[in-house]
Every structure is written in C-alpha cells, then in structure tokens.
C-alpha cells in the first residue's frame, strides 16, 4: 500500500487538488487519513511541493478550509518537516491566529481542538528549540527545566521571536479553560503552560509577555470544578503563577479571593503531595492578600474620618 501511495497517488494529487468538485474533498480527505497514520509521508508531501498548497487552503473564507484540511496542517507542523524559516515563509502562525479568531468570533467549535493542537505543537517546538541550543553551547540535562536554561541571546531571540505571536492566543486559551469539552479544557491548559514557561518571564527587550489579570483568574478559580488530577494540577500551578507575578501584580478582589480560598478547601486535604504543596501555597497568598485588602480599607477609611473629624473641632 506504502508503494502504492508513493509511487501511483501522491505524485498525481496536484491534479486531484485542481479537479471539479467533489474530487478535491476526497482527496484531502484521503489525505489526512494518510499523513495522520504515518508522518513520514509529511516529507514526501514536501519534495511535491504540496506543504505550500496546504498551506494555501488554511486560510479563512477558502473554499477548501475544512476539518481534513487543518488536519493536515497539524501533520504538517507534528512532523518538524517546516523549520523556522519555513514557518515565518508559509505565515503559519498569522495564519493560525486568524482562523482560531475567526472561529471563536462565529461560534464555530468544530476545529478548535486541532487547531489548539497546532499551537501547542509549535509552542514544544520552541521549547525543544531552546534545549537543543542549550545542549550546543553547554553542558545540558534532560531534566532541567526550560527557566534554568541560559542560551546565547542571539539564538534565543531568534526562537522566541518566531513563535511570539501565538501568545495572541493567551486569552482564549484562559477562557477555553471552562469548555463545557474538557478535551478542549485540557489542550488549552497545556498552551498556556507553555505560554507561560517561554514568555511569562520577560526574557529580551521588546519581546513579548504574558501575565494573568484578574479577569482571568475568574476562570482559574471556575476551571478547578472539573474532575481531571492532571487538569487540576495545571489549573492549580497557573493560580500561583498569577499570584506571585512580580512585574504585574494580580490584584484579587475580596469575592474573588472568598471564592479562591473555598474551591482551595478540598485541594489542601489532597493525597497527592504536587496539589497539596501548590493549593497550601496558593491559600496562604490568597489569605494575605485578603487582610492587605482590609488593612488598606481600613487605611482609607481613617483617612477619610480624620480630616472630617478635624474639621468638626
């Protein structure tokens, strides 16, 4: 079949791709049942000159735009067969903002967990990028985490600044926490942990950052209903994130921080020492929090009394 395929189908599929409706959506649709059991043909697709074709149809209000389709590109992008140059020369990135937009603007859900696929695809990529630059230049292990790493400028800028763009998908991917579909919850979840490690730390000029506002942490706090240990764990680790973010201060309302320390009650008793440690640590800031809020109250409200009082005698 493999010879088959290689030999008889793939070299002809210009033609298919270019034939009068309905042959063209068989084709994608053979073709991504294709890539998707076997990356390897990605490479075969390139040598054709197909990748760029691909690429061509992933874009909103094409008429071949369809759930095959994006399917491919997620092959595409799986199979490493695009590097940096080629990602920046096909605009993927632009290209995968736009119809995750468009998307969500229209209601549309009916590809969002592969195209969350795509961005999370890209962001380990960048990920791995980093480590591999890491390894060139020093001695590296494979358990050091991405914020230990210490990579020349040059290369790092070059990693991060082609994979930036994607934090555009920061609040959608804090909103989707939520998804009555906790396969999408959880694929969101895992973009912005990523998110997170490469841009939650200002790491060059001029690059860009993410950060939690308190519009966010409304869907942190609801986000920790679903029943999913793995889910939670992430869940629970992004509160913290938020809440010890130095340059950009999470400021937790009083309802906020009630409703933050009562979803915590039932993490803090938990077997599994990763939720324990993160949800006490989490209670303990939420509490503080929550007396520096009544400290300051009762700061204003003497401030407010005084002059008043003064100007009674």
């Known amino acids: ?10 070299p002809n599929y210009g033609i298919i791709l270019m034939d009068h409706d309905p042959l063209p959506l068989f084709g994608l649709k053979l073709l991504s049942a294709i890539v998707e059991r076997n990356l390897a043909f990605v490479a075969i697709l390139n040598k054709l000159k197909l990748i760029g074709i691909m690429l061509e149809y992933f874009v909103v209000g094409h008429p071949r735009l369809n759930r095959h389709t994006i399917l491919i590109v997620k ?7 695009l590097n940096n140059e080629g990602i920046q020369q096909y605009k993927v990135i632009s290209k995968v903002n736009t119809v995750m937009s468009h998307m969500l603007s229209n ?21 791995e990028m980093i480590k591999m630059k890491k390894s060139q230049t020093s001695s590296y292990h494979s358990n050091s985490s991405l914020s230990e790493l210490t990579i020349d400028t040059n290369a790092l800028a070059g990693v ?18 939520v998804s009555s579909d906790v396969t999408i ?8 942990i990523l998110m997170l490690q490469l841009y939650g730390n200002r790491r ?6 993410v950060f939690f506002t308190s519009d966010h942490l409304g869907y942190l706090i609801n986000a920790l209903k679903v029943e999913k240990l793995s889910f939670q764990k992430r869940v629970l680790k992004c509160i913290l994130w938020g809440l010890q973010q130095q340059e950009h201060p999470l400021i937790v309302g009083r ?25 006490r640590d989490i209670y303990k800031i939420a509490q503080q929090s929550q007396t520096s809020l009544i400290l300051l109250s009762i700061y204003l409200l003497l401030m407010w009394i005084m002059p008043t009082a003064y100007e009674l005698f």
């Open 107 to 127: 209601d549309q859900d009916w590809c969002l967990d592969l195209l969350l696929e795509i961005i999370l695809s890209l962001l380990q990529q960048a990920v």
């Open 1 to 10: 079949i493999n010879e088959l395929i290689l030999k008889q189908l793939l």
């Open 255 to 279: 309802d906020q921080a009630h409703n933050l320390m009562g979803s915590l009650e039932r993490f803090i008793n938990s077997e599994d020492r990763t939720i324990y440690t993160t949800a």
């Open 204 to 209: 060059l000029p001029g690059q860009r950052e």
């Open 75 to 81: 092959c595409i992008i799986d199979s490493g067969e």
């Open 160 to 177: 991060l600044m082609v994979a930036q763009d994607l934090c555009d998908n920061f609040n959608t991917c804090t909103q989707l926490l």
């Open 185 to 192: 919850s959880e694929k969101a979840s895992h973009c912005i």
